[in-house]
C-alpha cells in the first residue's frame, strides 16, 4: 500500500531564510508526485508535481522539489522564502492506481 | 477551481442526524475522490471513484456511503452523523483512470460540525 510521510510537522523561518521541507513515500511502482499549498482559510493549490523525466521539478512561486528515487524521497526547497510563504504544504503520492494519498502536512510559518 | 461544485458549504449537524454532500464537475473528468481534512492528520482519502459505476475504499471509509450517479456526480453520504466527523470534506476530479500523468482538482470544501 502507498504511504507519505511528512516529518517536518511545523517550520518557522525568518524572510529570506531557504526553506526545505521533506517528503518520503512509500510504494514499489512508478509513481507521480506533487506539492500543494494551502492558504489561511484557502483550499488547495498545486504547487508543482513529478510525472517522468527531469528529477529537478520547478513549480509556481519560486519553489522546487527532487525527486530522489533511490531514497523515495521528493522534497520541496525554496531558496529565500517570504512572508507570503506561510500556509501549509502537502506532499502527495499517486502510484499506479487510481488512489491519491496525501501526507499531514507541514505548517509553515515565516516572519518578516 | 472553477468546474469542481460542492454543496453544501457549511452544515451543521445533530447527532444521528443524515446528510449527504454532493459534488459536480463539469470537466467530463474520469477519476471522483472525496477527502477529510483535519488539523495534523492531512487529507485522508474516504472513498474514490474511477469510474462511472465504481467505487472504492479510500484510508477511512466507515461511518460514510458514496455513490457515483453518474459521471459529472459524485455524492458522500453520512448515515448517522457523529462528532468525530466533524471535518471539512473536500472532492477533487481527475481526468485519468489509472492513467499516471494527471493532475487532481479540488473543490473548495464543505465544513461540517456535528454536535
Known amino acids: 500500500a502507498q504511504s507519505v510521510s511528512q516529518h517536518n510537522h511545523h517550520v518557522i523561518l525568518s524572510e529570506a531564510a531557504s526553506l526545505e521541507l521533506g517528503c518520503n513515500y512509500s510504494y514499489g511502482g512508478t509513481v507521480n508526485l506533487f506539492w500543494y499549498v494551502q492558504y489561511p482559510g484557502q483550499h488547495l493549490q498545486l504547487l508543482l508535481k513529478?510525472?517522468?523525466?527531469?528529477?529537478l521539478v520547478k513549480g509556481i512561486k519560486g519553489f522546487e522539489a527532487e525527486f530522489i528515487k533511490s531514497k523515495f524521497s521528493f522534497n520541496l526547497r525554496k531558496p529565500s522564502v517570504q512572508w507570503s510563504d506561510t500556509a501549509e504544504y502537502f506532499c502527495?503520492?499517486?502510484?499506479?492506481?487510481?488512489?491519491?494519498?496525501f501526507g499531514t502536512g507541514t505548517r509553515l510559518q515565516v516572519f518578516p | 477551481n472553477a468546474g469542481v461544485t460542492q454543496t453544501p458549504k457549511f452544515q451543521v449537524l445533530k447527532t444521528g442526524q443524515s446528510m449527504t454532500l454532493q459534488c459536480a464537475q463539469d470537466m467530463n473528468h474520469n477519476s471522483m475522490y472525496w477527502y477529510r481534512q483535519d488539523p495534523g492528520m492531512g487529507l485522508r482519502l474516504i472513498y474514490y471513484?474511477?469510474?462511472?459505476?465504481?467505487?472504492d475504499k479510500g484510508e477511512v471509509p466507515n461511518g460514510y456511503n458514496v455513490s457515483r450517479l453518474n459521471k459529472r456526480e459524485f455524492s458522500l453520504r453520512l448515515e448517522s452523523a457523529a462528532p468525530s466527523q466533524t471535518s471539512v470534506y473536500f472532492c477533487?476530479?481527475?481526468?485519468?483512470?489509472?492513467?499516471?500523468?494527471?493532475?487532481?482538482?479540488f473543490g473548495e470544501g464543505s465544513w461540517l460540525t456535528v454536535v
Open positions: 477533487a476530479t481527475r481526468r485519468g483512470v489509472t492513467t499516471l500523468g494527471n493532475t487532481i482538482y
Open positions: 502527495a503520492v499517486n502510484g499506479d492506481t487510481d488512489k491519491l494519498i
Open positions: 471513484s474511477a469510474s462511472e459505476g465504481t467505487t
Open positions: 513529478y510525472f517522468s523525466g527531469d528529477p
